[in-house]
């Protein structure tokens, strides 16, 4: 046993010593591969010893390590997909010595066919493109590149966009990203583009477009636009967003793509669903004319019967396929994205009575206080259908012509459930007492889309000319139909159920809405570059014209339990209601939220860019817009005031832009343009709705939104995708809108709200952006602080000791605008191992506390408490064209709170609402969305 415990030692320290020999004889290479032209490391290329194993993929930062190589003379071979082949013969590699700076260069592949070059387009899709374009740009821009869009734990263009700097997003009731807030502007002060052409919004109310209608997939990149030049459209303050979707390839490209997931907050309780399929997508009014008596029998049932759907399952499908043909003078693309989402949150809200109260408790007298009228919990189930085409053919007559003809179709139905508890809150009540419980089931059915076809040109009409030009349709529509509530209710005494049989029916309400937006425009742009004093000169000038017309229709019909008695609920079915009143049988089909609009916009700028230095680019000019508006409402002659009105204003806008080229890698930007902000449609007609709160009418009086806007920033692009990003900004904002109070308020009347403008404001900030690969790893930052003040008139109620009566006075409140947040910042971690094929990145957004909901009563005002999401994703290549994914959003559970920054108060003493855990302020709402993972193939050929 002993002589073979000494054998065994024997032959391990022979082995041993034979490792450490071969370990001593074995070095590593080291060294780069980029592109000759742009510096761009060309990540996931292969770089290999000829005939031999040993073989090594490019990192993030362009680096490769071939290690454990013996020493000899070896020739190293370099290969990339759209590039030449390149190799190095005789590197040698001395014993126990590294050979380090064995870099190649590598030149893209160049085909000249009938006189037309064709460059291979293959790294548009990358990081270190973005950072090009991005360093490369004549404006103040924030790209993310459609692989960091296919890594990212997102699959809609909303939630991708809260990853680029300065930017947080505004989400829906089911907790996805609708809206893009950029630089502390809400969302009315943006504007978006596909492909460089403004498309209209399927919103009934505003311009600005719900960013959640496209699946993030079609994207070959996504721009944020922060500083505008003379070429550009005008209406944006905080930024312009352009998806760029994707083109052509060089050769043939099919990507393939299917996933399945779930939400873990269906582990928990079902998902409510319900038949759409019986719903009238028309009312009764349209159907039958305007004077039709609807009974009940008009309205279906079976879409208010709410269903139990366990454990949904979340599926998405894509592809995207292209070639060129014809000698490489036709390029094709062709895109789809399905997808079949089930979201949901569970909700919490206290609503506050509309009018802030004065009163007195244990001889203490307190002024302008919150009370509260109702407590509710909610669940919401909500599943997205998301469907998007789009396809590109561009055609190359000849060197100096070229053509192409985008489409784009995108559609979303959206089907809403809402299973509400209504706890009824007298003054001061915080727990069981008197009063009523009511239950709400509320169905809604969304269907929004957008379709725009763009037709372009290029051609060089000489040397030094060029010309070219876009013809556009689009047309955005929403149809809300038949958005059906019904209320059952009971009652309390001291805690105890008044009702035990059940709930007894009370009113049921049917909403039809629906609205079209369509836009005609005509783009034309002429680049002329001559030589003026030995510089080169680029002169441009141009314009548009876009003819836009709008309709808007809504009823609503109110019907109540029938008969003079309580009726005890059993089931929709079997509930029985009728109308009031005769009239209100009719519904409301003419109102003032019924009109038709139109809008022309004529635009015109002249531009110039040159080097006025061998480092200096100046950039300025002037842009000219002119905007005429015309609206008519369904409401007859001498019902209202404005029942139709004609608006027209004509804005001058200078921008002037400087960058300066430190040195290759470096860049500093000042920028200064002047842009505006047109009010929503819906905002100038003079609409009368019943809000949550509060009423709202609209005010054809309203100006439109004109701003100053300042950029400073310096950036560095180090190597590959590496960036630093560095920057300040100022706006001066002339007539901001905002919600707000008539000037003269009657303290006994309902509070009303109207968009007003409000003065001036101001907006400033800084941000900051890092990325940073070393090796395989690599991270993605950034941060933006803004601030934001504005300044406008609230009610504050209090008692007069005078008169011995409450009295209503108004007061100036200074505050942030609406949705702007004082800190936002996002950090992702990434992992990238090309040898193995595995991608990974954790991500993790803040957003700061910001105002939500601004209240006509002075400090009553709504706060979003700060909210972070972690989100994680990876890719992993299985075989050869395969790679299998995930996507898991909110590892953490996050949930959003609002509060009222005011203690409450009960018998004098600091007390909770519902879903309180302090007593320094008001608990409102709260809504919580659980984790939801993805996991899915992709085809890649």
């Known amino acids: 046993m002993r002589t073979n415990n000494k054998l065994i030692f024997k032959s391990f320290l022979s082995i041993l010593f034979a490792a450490i020999v071969n370990m001593a004889s074995a070095q590593t290479i080291r060294g780069k591969v980029t592109d000759a032209v742009t510096g761009e490391p060309l990540v996931g290329a292969t770089v290999s010893l000829e005939d031999t194993k040993f073989s090594a993929i490019v990192n993030l930062d362009g680096t490769y390590v071939l290690k454990n190589i013996p020493a000899g003379k070896y020739e190293i071979k370099v290969k990339y997909s759209g590039y030449e082949k390149a190799k190095q013969k005789d590197v040698e590699v001395k014993a126990g010595q590294d050979t380090k700076g064995i870099n190649f260069q590598l030149k893209t592949e160049l085909k000249e066919l009938s006189g037309v070059v064709v460059k291979s387009t293959k790294n548009v899709e990358s990081d ?17 590149s459609q692989k960091a869009i296919e890594l990212s734990p997102d699959v809609t263009v909303a939630n991708s966009l809260q990853r680029i700097s300065g930017i947080s997003i505004e989400r829906s009731s089911s907790g996805e990203g609708r809206y893009a807030i950029i630089r502390g502007m809400d969302q009315r002060y943006n504007s978006t583009l596909v492909n460089g052409i ?15 209608l496209f699946p993030s997939d079609l994207l070959e990149r996504l721009e944020v636009i922060k500083s505008l030049t003379p070429s550009m459209e005008a209406d944006a303050v905080g930024g312009t967003m352009n998806l760029v979707m994707k083109n052509a390839p060089d050769k043939f490209k099919l990507n393939i793509y299917a996933a399945g997931g779930f939400n873990t907050l ?68 062709l895109g789809g994205s399905y997808q079949n989402m089930y979201r949901g949150s569970d909700n919490i809200f206290n609503r506050q009575n509309p009018q802030s109260q004065t009163f007195v408790q244990n001889g203490t007298r307190y002024d ?49 459930s809402r299973y509400s508890v209504d706890s009824s809150l007298t003054t001061q009540r915080t727990g069981p007492g008197s009063g009523n419980v009511a239950v709400y089931n509320r169905s809604r059915w969304q269907i929004q889309s957008i379709y725009n076809s763009t037709l372009q040109g290029e051609h060089n009409l000489s040397g030094k000319l060029k010309f070219n030009w876009s013809a556009v349709y689009s047309l955005a529509k929403q149809n ?65 014209y876009r003819h836009k017309e709008r309709d808007n229709y809504y009823n609503e019909y109110e019907l109540s339990s029938k008969g003079s008695g309580v009726q005890t609920f059993t089931d929709i079915y079997s509930a029985a209601y009728d109308f009031s009143k005769a009239e209100k049988a009719k519904g409301n089909p003419i109102n003032p939220n019924c009109y038709n609009s139109s809008e022309n916009i004529a635009a015109g700028y002249v531009q110039a860019k040159l080097m006025a230095t061998k480092k200096l680019q100046v950039l300025g000019g002037v842009r000219v817009e002119n905007t005429d508006q015309h609206y008519t409402t369904a409401i007859p002659p001498g019902s209202i005031d404005d029942i139709y009105g004609h608006i027209w204003y004509t804005d001058v806008l200078p921008s002037l832009h400087f960058k300066y080229l430190i040195n ?113 790893f690599g ?96 890719e992993q290549k299985i075989i050869k064209h395969f790679t299998f994914y995930g996507k898991i959003n909110n590892l953490t559970s996050s949930k959003t709170k609002s509060i009222i920054k005011q203690a409450y108060l009960y018998d004098g003493t600091p007390s909770q609402l519902a879903g309180q855990d302090d007593f320094k302020h008001i608990f409102v709402q709260s809504d919580f969305y659980k984790i939801s993972y993805l996991f899915g193939l992709k085809y890649k050929f």
Request: hydrophobic letters at 30%; proline letters at 5%.
């Open 368 to 416: 302008n206080v919150a009370t509260f009228n109702d407590g509710f919990t909610r669940e919401y189930s909500t599943q997205q259908r998301r469907l998007g085409f789009n396809n590109k053919w561009d055609y190359t007559i000849n060197e100096n012509n070229k053509i192409s003809l985008y489409n784009l179709y995108i559609h979303m139905d959206e089907f809403q």
């Open 480 to 544: 809300v139909p038949d958005q059906a509530e019904y209320e059952v209710d009971n009652e309390v005494k001291n805690g105890i159920v008044q009702n035990p049989p059940g709930y007894s029916v009370a009113g049921m309400t049917r909403i039809w809405r629906n609205n079209s937006d369509k836009d005609l425009s005509g783009y034309a742009n002429f680049i002329y570059t001559p030589t003026l004093a030995k510089t080169k000169v680029e002169l441009s000038a141009g314009g548009l």
């Open 198 to 212: 403004k498309i209209p919004s399927p919103d009934d109310k505003f311009r600005y477009v719900p960013m959640d």
């Open 128 to 144: 270190k493109a973005a950072r090009s374009l991005e360093k490369n740009a004549d404006v103040v821009v924030n790209n993310l």
């Open 779 to 874: 991270v993605n930052a950034n941060y933006t602080y803004t601030k934001s003040k504005i300044t406008t008139n609230k009610l504050y109620r209090y008692y007069n000791n005078n008169s011995g009566q409450d009295t209503t006075s108004k007061l100036s409140q200074t505050r942030p605008m609406q949705g702007q947040s004082d800190n936002v910042g996002n950090i992702s971690l990434l992992y990238k191992n090309g040898k193995i094929g595995l991608d990974i990145q954790l991500a993790f957004v803040y957003t700061g506390e910001r105002l939500t909901q601004v209240s006509p009563y002075y400090g009553l005002d709504v706060w979003q408490q700060p909210y972070n999401q972690l989100d994680f994703s990876f």
């Open 266 to 333: 269906f582990n928990q309780r079902d998902f409510k669903t319900f038949d759409h399929s019986v719903i009238n997508k028309k009312d009764p009014a349209t159907l039958n004319g305007p004077d039709y008596f609807a009974t009940s029998n008009d309205f279906a049932r079976a879409n208010l019967d709410l269903k139990k759907l366990a454990n949904p399952i979340n599926g998405q499908l894509g592809f995207t396929i292209g070639n060129r043909f014809l000698n490489k003078k036709l390029g094709v693309v």
């Open 664 to 776: 290759n890698k470096q860049n500093l930007r000042a920028s200064y343009f002047k842009s505006i902000s047109r009010p929503g449609f819906f905002e100038i007609t003079p609409y009368q709705v019943h809000g949550e709160y509060y009423d709202e009418k609209g005010n054809p009086d309203l100006n439109h939104t004109q701003a100053d806007n300042f950029d400073l920033r310096y950036e560095y692009f180090p190597e590959g995708a590496d960036q630093v990003l560095a920057g300040v900004f100022y706006k001066k904002i002339k007539d901001p809108i905002e919600l707000g109070l008539p000037d003269r308020v009657n303290p006994h009347a309902a509070v009303t709200l109207m968009p007003y403008n409000f003065g001036n404001a101001t907006n400033y900030g800084f941000e900051f952006v890092l990325t940073k690969f070393i090796g395989k």
